[in-house]
């Protein structure tokens, strides 16, 4: 089964930009569909984007997030990124990596531990 570590957080300033970064090892990386969700404090876990195995160009995002965020996969170094640009205190969360073996974004079978993400003046 796959394994993912996540780095890339920290604290942020409203408008800064940070790169978050899943690392994946034991499995076969480029035929899973890969995906970032997050976590607030005393809220649900929900969606913020995903990249599809098919093709890196078949990208996913929240309405919350599109246009500052992106996601990209390295499948030579076994990695995805979230670029977050223009971040808000509202973004603030735990960022978790997910991967998906089916393709159809239902089936997360691994999860990264997660990095906290922080927006604060």
């Known amino acids: 089964q796959m394994q993912l570590v996540e780095s890339g957080g920290g604290l942020v300033q409203p408008g800064g930009s940070l790169r978050l970064t899943c690392a994946a090892s034991?499995?076969?990386?480029?035929?899973?569909?890969m995906a970032w969700f997050r976590q607030a404090p005393g809220k649900e876990r929900e969606f913020v984007a995903a990249?599809?195995?098919?093709?890196?160009?078949?990208?996913y995002y929240a309405d919350s997030v599109r246009g500052r965020f992106t996601v990209s996969r390295d499948n030579a170094k076994n990695t995805v990124y979230l670029q977050m640009n223009n971040l808000k205190v509202e973004n603030t969360a735990k960022y978790y990596c997910?991967?998906?073996?089916?393709?159809?974004?239902?089936?997360?079978?691994?999860w990264g531990q997660g990095t906290q993400v922080t927006v604060s003046s």
């Open positions: 997910a991967a998906d073996p089916v393709g159809d974004l239902t089936a997360f079978e691994a």
């Open positions: 034991g499995g076969t990386f480029s035929h899973y569909t």
């Open positions: 990249v599809m195995w098919t093709t890196a160009a078949d990208t």
